[in-house]
């Protein structure tokens, strides 16, 4: 049973940064793609940062784009997302994806609070 679980979440001013983390149990993580999506309050889930399974290729929407970067570690399991510049319209439940085939997201985790105060 594959497992993901999102930390690092919390609260910080505009401008300031923070770090968000996936880790991945109970599969074959290197041939997971991983996602990143945004959760803001009252709106859907959009995805904001993609890394492919062998972390040769990123993408990102235009709204983090050079704020926020997507990497992973495979010998540990684990995907980051590092946010800076943060804005208040940042703030939302950040959750991690992952899928063998890129753009479907069969796996979850539960999501973590990102709170920008401005």
């Known amino acids: 049973q594959v497992q993901l679980a999102e930390s690092g979440g919390g609260l910080v001013h505009t401008g300031g940064s923070l770090s968000v983390s996936c880790a991945v149990s109970g599969g074959s993580f290197s041939n997971y793609h991983i996602a990143w999506f945004q959760q803001a309050p009252g709106k859907s889930r959009k995805v904001i940062a993609v890394?492919?399974?062998?972390?040769?290729?990123?993408w990102y929407a235009p709204s983090v784009n050079d704020r926020f970067t997507i990497s992973r570690v495979n010998a540990k399991n684990t995907a980051y997302l590092e946010m800076n510049s943060l804005k208040p319209e940042d703030t939302g439940v950040y959750y991690c994806?992952?899928?063998?085939?890129?753009?479907?997201?069969?796996?979850w985790g539960q999501g973590t609070q990102v709170t920008v105060s401005s």
């Open positions: 890394i492919h399974a062998a972390g040769d290729s990123t």
């Open positions: 994806g992952a899928g063998e085939r890129y753009g479907t997201w069969e796996y």
